[in-house]
């Protein structure tokens, strides 16, 4: 079973987690797809909006809400592991305890530019074969070269959890971009 992974933090999970979701879903050879929710992202010093748990409990209820009947779980399996909590960690306790499924990890390509501060970087691209969304702002097609990874050719999305949290915090109402 082929097995995407989209991890992140959604602190908000909004429509363009949505609809990188049903583009993962439709256009994709995958079985299924986990949004691995992150309690800490070991590369964000500040502190998150809403609690590891919280995020866990929105992202669960707007998977129901936005894709309901569809091959997606949210996993919580960062929430049981020993901080520091590295992508590559994650990936080799998933691999040990489900050795018969083929995990392909999914990131954007914002992501993909910084890899190099990722926990053991070169191991971790050795052992996986990334699967990349477009940014605005990145060149998707020349870092997925670079780094060895697979381009998805989905739909450029222009928002961000990042904007979302910063026009909130200036009193902008972004109710219609969070799911």
């Not at 929710?37 to 919280?54: F, H, I, T």
């Not at 940014?135 to 670079?146: A, F, H, N, P, Q």
Request: hydrophobic share 40%; charged share 25%; aromatic share 10%.
């Amino acid at each position: 079973m082929k097995t995407g992974l989209y991890f992140g933090s959604f602190n908000p999970m909004h429509i363009g987690h949505i609809s990188i979701c049903r583009f993962l879903l439709n256009c994709t050879d995958l079985d299924q797809l986990r949004l691995v929710v992150s309690p800490r992202n070991p590369l964000k010093g500040k502190a998150y909006a809403n609690s590891a748990k919280e995020r866990l409990e929105y992202v669960t209820e707007a998977v129901k809400r936005n894709l309901p009947g569809r091959k997606v779980i949210v996993s919580d399996v960062e929430y049981s592991m020993p901080p520091p909590l590295y992508t590559i960690n994650t990936l080799r306790n998933l691999r040990f305890l489900e050795p018969d499924i083929d995990f392909i990890p999914i990131i954007g390509a914002d992501n993909l530019a910084i890899i190099e501060k990722w926990h053991k970087w070169e191991e971790l691209l050795m052992e996986n074969t990334f699967w990349v969304y477009p940014r605005s702002g990145y060149d998707t097609e020349e870092l997925c070269v670079k780094y060895g990874c697979k381009i998805l050719r989905a739909p450029l999305i222009e928002i961000s959890s990042t904007q979302i949290r910063e026009a909130e915090n200036s009193g902008i109402d972004m109710s219609a971009f969070r799911v």
